[in-house]
């Protein structure tokens, strides 16, 4: 089993920035699992955001987020982030983050097998 914990959500005014954590724990070996951020605005269903391989060599983000948006992992640390840059109001949303048991990119929601709850993250205009 593994548990995902996300922080480093909140408000932020349009044009900042923040950085999203996501903690795993559980008997894991961490570099094993890709990982991968969705988000969820109101009233709207969830949505893949990025995804990075379990060695954290290649990341993807969906083209609406690129060049905003990127991701990072410590595998010593067992924590991956999103750095997101230049936030509108558009990028309100709660955002999870997901592990896939597997070490290459996983694209779709269905591919990952574990979630955590969400953090939120507000933008104001």
């Known amino acids: 089993q593994v548990q995902l914990q996300e922080s480093g959500g909140g408000l932020v005014q349009a044009g900042g920035s923040l950085r999203l954590s996501c903690a795993a724990s559980?008997?894991?070996?961490?570099?094993?699992?890709?990982m991968g951020w969705f988000r969820q605005a109101p009233g709207k269903e969830r949505m893949f955001v990025a995804a990075?391989?379990?060695?954290?060599?290649?990341?993807f983000v969906v083209d609406s987020m690129r060049g905003r948006f990127s991701l990072s992992r410590d595998n010593r640390r067992s924590t991956m982030y999103l750095q997101m840059n230049y936030l509108g109001p558009e990028d309100t949303a709660v955002y999870y983050c997901?592990?896939?048991?597997?070490?290459?990119?996983?694209?779709?929601?269905?591919?990952?097998?574990?979630w955590g709850k969400g953090t939120q993250v507000t933008v104001s205009s």
């Open positions: 997901a592990a896939a048991e597997r070490q290459n990119l996983a694209l779709r929601e269905v591919q990952y097998e574990y």
């Open positions: 559980g008997h894991i070996l961490f570099k094993n699992l890709g």
């Open positions: 990075i391989t379990g060695s954290g060599d290649v990341f």
